[in-house]
C-alpha cells in the first residue's frame, strides 16, 4: 500500500504531505533495511516532484515598489548631471595634486563609534558577521584616518568619492539622505601653520566657481577660539563640546532656542550663555580677529588667543591665493564633529536659488576643518599625523541642478553620441554596420538604428531628441560615386566628402563644434 501511495500520489498536496512525512524518516524504523531503500528512492523522485509543484502552485508576491526612505533611483538625465559634476570636481581635485583611494563601505563598529559626539546615534549598525560587528561608514574621514594608521602613512593628499550611511530623518527636496555621496580632499602630514589650510579654501572656491550654481560665502572660525570663547564665558571644560553642538545650530535655529538647548539639555548657566550669546553674532574679516586679540576675557585665554593668531594668519594666506572676498570670519560658525582640533569652514550659499518663479533655499554646501589627532586614536603608539580637508556636498549641489532640469532651465545630454550613421534607402544596413565599425575604430563615439530599413524621419528625429551633433547619411547615388552625405544636425546643412576621407572629415567637424555645457551640450 505505501509503495502504491509513494507511485500514484492522487494530487499535490498528498504529494507534498506524503514526501514530508516520509522524508522525516520516523516510521522507516519499523521496516525492513530493503524497503528503506527503495523508499529512499522513491523519496528523491519526490523531492524533485515537490519542487516542481511548489513552484508551480506558488502565488506571485505582491511588491511595495517604492526605493527605501532616504534613498532614491536616479534616471539618465540624473546621472549625466552628477558624472558631470564629479569630473568637473575631480579636475580641481587632479589640479592640486590629490590621489584617489577607496576603503570598504563598512567598518568595524569600534573605528566609528566615538568620534562624531552627538551625531554618533545616526551611524547604521550591521549584525554580528562572522564574530565582527560592523557598522556603515558614516562619512569618509574617519576611515581614512583608520587608512593612513593602518599603513603608516604620514604624508598624503588624496581624493575620495564615495557612498556613506546616515540613519538621519531624510529632506529629499533639500538634498538629505540616508544613502549619499560624499566628495573629499584631505592633506595628511606636518606641515607649516595654515598653509594646507588656505588651500584647501581654495580648492572650495575654485569647484563652486566652477560649477557656478550661485553665490556664495566661506566661513571660518577655530576650534581652539570657540573653546577660549567658552572657557572665557563660564562654561566648564567638561561640557565644551556639547556646548559646541549647540552653537553648530545656528545656521538653522534662532539664538533664543539654541540658548534654551545650551541651559535645560547641556546644563550650561545661563549667564555663561548670555556671554557666548554677545559673542556667536560677530563676523568680519581681519579687523574683527585684531580686536578679538585685545578683547577683556579672550586675551585672558591661552586657546582664545592661539586661535585668533591661526585665523589672522589664514585670511592672509587666502588673500595671497585671491579668494579673500569669498571668506567670512563668523564666530557662530561650530561644526559638531568631535573630531575637529583647529580651523573649521563651511560654505554657503548667500542667496536662494530661483528656479522658474520659485525660490529654493540650499545652505552648506561644502565644509571641513584640521582634525590633528583623529589618525593617532588609532595607532598603538599614538603616532599623530596632522590633517586638514574638505567635503564638498554634492547632493545639494545635484539637487539644484536637477530643479533647474525640472523647471526647463537647462538641458542634458544622456549620452556622449557625436555621429549617427543614417541610410536614405532600404538594404544599406551592412553598409552602415561598416562605417560604424571604422568610426568606432578611430574612436569616434558613434551610433546607428538596429533595424534593418529604418525610416529616414525617424532617424533625424532620434538625432534631434538626444542632441547628436552629426549624421552620415548614406545614399545610392552617393555611394556609387564614391561619396557620403555629412549633415549638421543643428544647421541641416549636408555636405558630399569622398567616402575614405569620412574619419577625418567627421574629426573635422566635431573640432569646430561648440560644445558647452553638460556632457558636450
Keep these: 500500500m505505501l509503495f502504491r501511495m509513494l507511485k500514484f500520489p492522487k494530487n499535490h498536496r498528498a504529494v507534498l504531505q506524503l514526501c514530508n512525512f ?9 521496516i525492513s533495511t530493503t524497503a528503506c531503500y527503495k523508499i529512499q528512492e522513491e523519496v528523491k523522485k519526490l523531492l524533485a516532484l515537490k519542487s516542481q509543484l511548489v513552484t508551480e502552485d506558488a502565488v506571485p508576491q505582491k511588491f511595495t515598489l517604492k526605493t527605501p526612505k532616504g534613498t532614491r533611483d536616479y534616471n539618465p538625465q540624473q546621472m549625466a548631471i552628477r558624472n558631470d559634476v564629479l569630473q568637473k570636481i575631480i579636475a580641481v581635485f587632479k589640479k ?13 563598529k569600534d573605528v566609528l563609534t566615538g568620534k562624531y559626539g552627538e551625531d554618533s546615534k545616526l551611524i547604521y549598525d550591521l549584525k554580528d558577521q562572522g564574530g565582527e560587528i560592523l557598522s556603515l561608514r558614516y562619512d569618509l574621514t574617519v576611515p581614512l584616518a583608520r587608512y593612513l594608521a593602518m599603513s ?70 577655530h576650534r581652539r577660539l570657540l573653546d577660549g570663547m567658552f572657557e572665557a564665558c563660564g562654561v566648564p571644560a567638561d561640557k565644551f563640546r556639547t556646548t559646541c553642538s549647540s552653537v553648530d545650530k545656528l545656521d538653522k535655529s ?3 532656542e539654541v540658548r534654551t538647548e545650551m541651559i535645560n539639555e ?12 554677545k559673542y556667536v553674532i560677530m563676523n568680519g574679516g581681519v579687523e574683527l580677529a585684531e580686536k578679538l586679540l585685545k578683547d577683556e576675557k579672550l586675551s585672558n585665554s591661552k586657546a582664545a588667543i592661539e586661535g585668533l593668531e591661526g585665523i589672522i594668519l589664514l585670511l592672509k594666506y587666502c588673500e595671497l591665493f585671491g579668494i579673500k572676498d569669498k571668506i567670512l570670519f563668523d564666530l557662530s560658525l561650530a561644526r559638531g564633529l568631535d573630531y575637529y582640533t583647529g580651523v573649521i569652514y563651511e560654505a554657503v550659499l548667500t542667496e536662494p536659488i530661483k528656479i522658474g518663479n520659485e525660490e529654493q533655499t540650499v545652505g552648506s554646501i561644502a565644509g571641513g576643518g584640521r582634525y590633528d589627532n583623529l589618525v593617532g586614536m588609532f ?6 599625523v596632522p590633517c586638514v580637508g574638505v567635503s564638498i556636498g554634492v547632493e545639494r549641489i545635484f539637487s539644484v541642478l536637477e530643479a533647474k532640469l525640472a523647471a526647463g532651465e537647462m538641458r542634458v545630454r544622456t549620452n556622449e553620441v557625436d555621429v549617427y550613421v543614417a ?47 552629426l549624421a552620415v547619411v548614406l545614399g545610392e547615388s552617393e555611394l556609387k560615386r564614391g561619396m557620403v552625405k555629412i549633415r549638421n544636425i543643428v544647421s541641416r546643412q549636408e555636405e558630399e566628402v569622398p567616402r575614405e576621407k569620412l574619419v577625418d572629415e567627421v574629426n573635422a567637424r566635431l573640432a569646430l563644434l561648440n560644445t558647452k555645457g553638460i556632457n558636450g551640450v
Design 22 to 30: 516520509v522524508h522525516n524518516g520516523s516510521f522507516t524504523k519499523s
Design 96 to 108: 592640486h595634486g590629490a590621489e584617489c583611494i577607496d576603503t570598504p563601505v563598512f567598518e568595524l
Design 152 to 221: 603608516k602613512i604620514t604624508m598624503l593628499k588624496r581624493y575620495h568619492i564615495a557612498k556613506v550611511y546616515r540613519r538621519d530623518n531624510p529632506a529629499m527636496t533639500r538634498g538629505r539622505y540616508r544613502e549619499f555621496y560624499q566628495c573629499d580632499f584631505d592633506i595628511a602630514g606636518q606641515y607649516d601653520l595654515m598653509v594646507p589650510d588656505a588651500e584647501c579654501l581654495k580648492v572650495v572656491t575654485e569647484i563652486l566657481n566652477f560649477l557656478d550654481i550661485g553665490k556664495y560665502v566661506l566661513k571660518v572660525n
Design 254 to 256: 534662532p539664538w533664543e
Design 266 to 277: 547641556k546644563g550650561v548657566m545661563p549667564e555663561a550663555a548670555d556671554r557666548i550669546g
Design 379 to 384: 595607532d598603538s603608539k599614538n603616532k599623530q
Design 423 to 469: 541610410s536614405a534607402q532600404k538594404n544599406f544596413l551592412e553598409e552602415r554596420m561598416k562605417i560604424c565599425t571604422e568610426l568606432w575604430d578611430a574612436g569616434i563615439k558613434t551610433e546607428h538604428s538596429y533595424k534593418k530599413n529604418p525610416k529616414m524621419l525617424t532617424q533625424l528625429q532620434h538625432c534631434e531628441d538626444n542632441c547628436i551633433p
